[in-house]
């Protein structure tokens, strides 16, 4: 069984940065891709962002390319999405997942998830 736990959400005038981290459990964390979603009050679950198995490749929705960028850490079994030049726009419950790949799939959906961080941004 594979747990996510997401951290570092928090409330964020606009303009600010913040840093989210999801932290895996499990021995075969570095063998898949893994990626970050959200959810804003009343809409879908969109993609945000994902990076293959080794970090070599990463992928962004257009709303965030240039402004948000995601990493890995295999040893510690931890991705992470740093987050600059936040709007409004970009308040929504953060979720981290895992894929059943090794490489990013457009269009795919995590098949392990976390519980999800709340980000607020404030204008």
């Known amino acids: 069984q594979v747990q996510l736990v997401e951290s570092g959400g928090g409330l964020v005038q606009a303009g600010g940065s913040l840093r989210l981290s999801c932290a895996a459990s499990?021995?075969?964390?570095?063998?898949?891709?893994m990626g970050w979603f959200r959810q804003a009050p009343g809409k879908e679950r969109e993609f945000v962002a994902a990076?293959?198995?080794?970090?070599?490749?990463?992928y962004y929705a257009d709303s965030v390319k240039g402004r948000f960028t995601i990493s890995r850490d295999n040893a510690k079994n931890t991705v992470y999405l740093q987050m600059n030049s936040l709007q409004p726009e970009d308040t929504a419950v953060y979720y981290c997942?895992?894929?059943?790949?090794?490489?990013?799939?457009?269009?795919?959906?995590?098949?392990?998830w976390g519980q999800g961080t709340q980000v607020t941004v404030s204008s």
């Open positions: 997942a895992r894929y059943s790949t090794s490489y990013y799939r457009p269009g795919a959906q995590g098949d392990y």
């Open positions: 499990g021995r075969t964390f570095s063998s898949y891709a």
């Open positions: 990076i293959s198995w080794s970090g070599g490749y990463t």
